[in-house]
Structure formats: C-alpha cells, structure tokens
C-alpha cells in the first residue's frame, strides 16, 4: 500500500511538528549529525535580483519556525537586510526526504544571539571575531595570525558577541514535504498558511 505522507501530515498538529520530527530523526540517524542533519540550504536575493545559496547550520526551533547564526555583514546578512524572503531547503538522503521551506527571516533578539555565543567554544568565537564573512581577503593576510593576535589580547577574559554577529529566526509560510519512492513516484505534499490556516495538498512530483 502506497505510505500516504499526506495522512501523517494531517494527523499531525501542524507542518512546523512535521518538520522537527523528521529533523530529529535525520540527526539520530546520520552519521555525522551536524553536516548531515542540521545542515540546510537558505537562499537569499540581492536587490537586483540574483539569487545566491549557502549551507548553514539549524540550531533551534522557535514557536513561529527556526533559527541559524551568522555574520550580518555576509553576503546573506546584506541580501536579508533588503529582502527578508528566503527559501531553505533540507535534504536527507540518508532518510530519503525533503523539505523545502518558503519565509521569511527576522534577527533574533540580542539576548538569543548572546545566549548562543556564550554558549559557543571560545576557538569558535575567536574565528568569528577576526572573519570578515564573504570579504575577500587579501593574500598578505594570514588567517593564522589574526586568530592569535586576537586569542592573545582577549587572554584570560570572556569574548563578547560581536555587534554584526547573531541569528535569524526563519518565518515560514510554505513548507513542502518529499519522500523518495519506487519508480520515481515520489511523495510531494506542500502546506501554504493561507486564511489563518495550513492548507495542504498534493504535488506531482
Ligand atoms: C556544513 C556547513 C555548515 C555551515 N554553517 C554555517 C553557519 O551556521 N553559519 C554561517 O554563517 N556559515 C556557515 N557555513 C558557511 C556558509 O556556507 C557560507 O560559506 C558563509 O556563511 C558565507 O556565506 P555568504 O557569503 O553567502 O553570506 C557552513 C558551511 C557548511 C558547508
């Protein structure tokens, strides 16, 4: 009998449950749960238009979606402060699913983005700190030497969260769910909040 995703999704409280559950199962099951389960595609538009994708990691779930950190000078950080749509997209092949999630971003608060810095090892915060994200960097420049000029005269004391570091709560307002099956006859199920409510349906392929 062919699985109806479909039925699970709408025994389910909403896509948002859907989609934590199948992300807690990509991390169980994945042999390296950080890259392989967290990680996630977020594409961002620049304001004439061009579309650009990353891999970024997932670190929380929120009431209205999920969150993930980055430098808000980046690239992204530049494309988001102009346009805030953005689409992500996990893929497990491991489970043999997909969801891909159509939003919008939102900086978190500071105190989320402090709470998770201090929450960070200090290697990493050290390598934030001396990174300006998707500047180039000049070939004078030794990366090495930056970070331990940095870890030098920040000895001995807590480093704080930089200004221009911090999340992004993704707001979704379409989520669609896939699922590989025999003979290519793959589940697609898309839930769009439409009228104050998830309203689902099936895809073709
Ligand atoms: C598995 C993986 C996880 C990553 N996680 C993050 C992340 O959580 N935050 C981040 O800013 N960059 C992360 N990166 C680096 C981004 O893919 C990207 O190179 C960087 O954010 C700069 O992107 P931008 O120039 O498009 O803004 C990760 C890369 C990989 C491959």
Known sequence: MRYSLLKQMLSIQSPQDLLKSWFKEACEKADNPETQGTAMTVSTVDPEGSPSARVVLLKSFTENGFVFFTNYDSKKGRDLATNPRVSVNFHWPHLGRQVHVFGTAAKTSRKVSENYW????????????ISKQSRPLAESTSLEELYNSYANQWANQPIPCPENWGGYEVTPTSYQFWVAQPNRLHQRVESTWENNQWNTYELYP
């Open 118 to 129: 201090n929450s960070r090892p200090r290697e990493s915060q050290i390598s934030q700190c």
